[in-house]
């Protein structure tokens, strides 16, 4: 073999060895290191495999919780040593996933804490860490509530394809939300009422053991599982609802007066006059039909106008209306429906500042 040969063999030896010491440096370069992400989303699905292999654990009622402990499946052998996973012996992790019976919606959520490198955030606390205020537009601490005041731009929430506007945060933690569009030409009550003698409506959400058309409407909407899928049910807690009455010049604030009635273990209903009054910052706001409570309030600008969850107590035929500012309408009268709802406290922050083009996103 001539030297012009051995040469050349030499040159492709050598391109062949650096070709494969390349591939290995990228190989090294890029191999994914175990993520808190893939732990979590591991969890999740343990979590899971366990309940559908034997749906006897899963808790069989409403607001019931069960817990498994991320060491209780490291001990089953389900999931490796943490230090193993991340190949870092100083590297601590506690966690669980706390499956919650929401009316018969099965909820998974995931928590994770790993000291100072990561820790979950629920969407409550993020929400209350991003708004927070003593004074001025934001979320305004009353009564062990956070309450959304002002004209706020930050309050915006994202489930599936659709945003909804955080109300307040409750005092058990669940997060009230109001939907941005919902229905339209709805009555609140439309049966005949005995005491007018016309069919215009009877504004009792519950009438002798029979409901309104407002309670069927809602009971409706919910069973729609085009715009409420199991995806989302499953965050959705029941409540009880304030369905007491109120008089147009009664100047409470907290909900006593609507609250002094109670339907309890729905799951959807509406905003109420109390509510209403307490998204406005304007000193002057008394009178829910008053354009002062219009002032500096996020409610008076909705996209729609929608019924109260509220009736008129001077009468037995009317209720009240959000459009702007709130005032009573005949029951047989036509307007939006915005539903109201609660958010499971254990929903857990993603993404998102609130804002309307980032709005909160959670899992």
Not at 48 to 74: A, C, R
Not at 178 to 207: A, H
Not at 262 to 282: A, F, H, R, W
Not at 318 to 337: Q, W
Request: include cysteine; hydrophobic fraction near 30%.
């Amino acid at each position: 073999m001539d030297k012009k040969t051995i040469k050349m063999f030499s040159y492709i030896i050598g391109a062949f060895v650096g070709f494969i010491l390349i591939l290995f440096i990228i190989s090294s370069c890029t191999k994914k290191t175990y993520t808190f992400e893939k732990l979590e989303n591991r969890m999740t699905e343990i979590a899971k495999e366990t309940m559908k292999s034997d749906e006897s654990q899963l808790p069989s009622q409403d607001k019931d919780t069960k817990i498994i402990t991320l060491k209780s499946m490291i001990s089953d052998g389900k999931i490796d040593e943490i230090s193993k996973l991340f190949k870092r012996d100083d590297l601590k992790c506690s966690g669980s996933v706390t499956i919650t019976n929401n009316n018969g919606f099965y909820n998974y959520s995931t928590y994770l804490s790993c000291g100072n490198e990561y820790e979950s955030k629920y969407l409550n606390e993020k929400i209350i860490e991003d708004n927070k205020v003593d004074a001025g537009v934001g979320l305004h601490e009353i009564k062990g509530s956070y309450v959304m005041q002002g004209e706020v731009k930050n309050n915006y929430i994202k489930m599936g394809d659709r945003l909804f506007r955080i109300i307040r945060i409750n005092g058990d933690g669940t997060i009230r939300v109001m939907e941005i569009t919902g229905l339209n030409q709805k009555v609140w009550d439309n049966r005949y009422n005995p005491e007018t003698r016309y069919s215009e409506g009877i504004n009792e959400f519950e009438y002798n053991s029979l409901n309104s058309r407002l309670r069927d409407t809602l009971h409706d909407y919910y069973e729609n599982s085009k715009i409420w899928p199991d995806s989302i049910k499953q965050y959705i807690t029941t409540q009880s609802l304030c369905i007491g009455k109120r008089n147009i010049k009664d100047t409470s604030k907290d909900g006593s007066v609507e609250c002094s009635k109670i339907q309890e273990n729905e799951v959807l209903g509406l905003i109420t006059p109390y509510e209403y009054l307490q998204g406005s910052l304007d000193q002057n706001c008394s009178l829910v039909d008053s354009s002062s409570c219009a002032n500096y309030n996020w409610l008076s600008k909705l996209e729609q106008a929608t019924w109260s969850m509220t009736a008129n107590s001077e009468n037995t035929k009317s209720a009240y209306i959000l459009d702007r500012v709130m005032n009573v309408y005949s029951c047989s009268s036509t307007s939006g429906i915005l539903a109201v709802f609660n958010l499971t406290d254990k929903a857990i922050y993603v993404s998102g500042d609130g804002s309307v083009d980032k709005p909160y996103i959670f899992k």
